[in-house]
T-cell receptor
Framework: DGGITQSPKYLFRKEGQNVTLSCEQN?????MYWYRQDPGQGLRLIYY???????QKGDIAEGYSVSREKKESFPLTVTSAQKNPTAFYLC?????????????FGSGTRLTVV | GQQVMQIPQYQHVQEGEDFTTYCNSS?????IQWYKQRPGGHPVFLIQ?????EVKKQKRLTFQFGEAKKNSSLHITATQTTDVGTYFC????????????FGKGTLLTVNP
């Protein structure tokens, strides 16, 4: 079955450490996105990529970095510069910018700073 | 920037009662999407509305897009316990939906 795989499901980070969240899709989608979800909040866009080797900042990109070296993969690094990283992180993909329909989401990574 | 407001934030109903959540944008949208997130789960795409005044139905769910393309609603008839979850609207601008703005969602709980 095609889909998006996020790993790990739960991640604990010490303050001052960088961590990388994995997102892999086998849907052959061009566009990929990273969202952050906090309790009682909507989804806020961190970064997005429309094509390999290209990505743009979203609304809350500070303290995060991404890469898009392969179509299937869009890893997110949460750096020590992110002041409040504890959150639920969701990766999503879409066939391409112009295609109708919605996003396909992964099952998420819950990051906790200890 | 664009804002998408969603009300109510919470709604508790008895099984069999109807439920409606409303979404309002500060700007005109090119399209609006609705997602459902079960407790502990991830958002799942339900539907996309594109045309002014559009109404779409999925079984007990009815989705509307306002004439001005700035508001939308989701109505569930005769709720069931399987309807429990958070319903999000997400607005797209500029003829593409590659960058959506999500509302904060409405959490629906259903008492059996």
């Amino acid at each position: 079955d095609g889909g998006i795989t996020q790993s790990p499901k739960y991640l604990f980070r010490k303050e001052g450490q960088n961590v990388t969240l994995s997102c892999e899709q086998n849907l052959n989608h061009d566009a990929m996105y990273w969202y952050r979800q906090d309790p009682g909040q909507g989804l806020r866009l961190i970064y997005y990529s429309q094509i390999v080797n290209d990505f743009q900042k979203g609304d809350i990109a500070e303290g995060y970095s991404v890469s898009r070296e392969k179509k299937e993969s869009f890893p997110l690094t949460v750096t020590s510069a992110q002041k409040n990283p504890t959150a639920f992180y969701l990766c999503a993909s879409k066939q391409n910018r112009a295609a109708p329909g919605g996003y396909t989401f992964g099952s998420g990574t819950r990051l906790t700073v200890v | 920037g664009q804002q998408v407001m969603q009300i109510p934030q919470y709604q508790h109903v008895q099984e069999g009662e109807d439920f409606t959540t409303y979404c309002n944008s500060s700007t005109t949208l090119s399209n609006i999407q609705w997602y459902k997130q079960r407790p502990g789960g991830h958002p799942v795409f339900l539907i996309q509305l594109v045309k002014s005044g559009e109404v779409k139905k999925q079984k007990r769910l009815t989705f509307q897009f306002g004439e001005a393309k700035k508001n939308s609603s989701l109505h569930i008839t005769a709720t069931q316990t399987t309807d429990v979850g958070t319903y999000f609207c997400a607005g797209g601008r500029g003829g593409s939906n590659y960058k959506l703005t999500f509302g904060k969602g409405t959490l629906l709980t259903v008492n059996p």
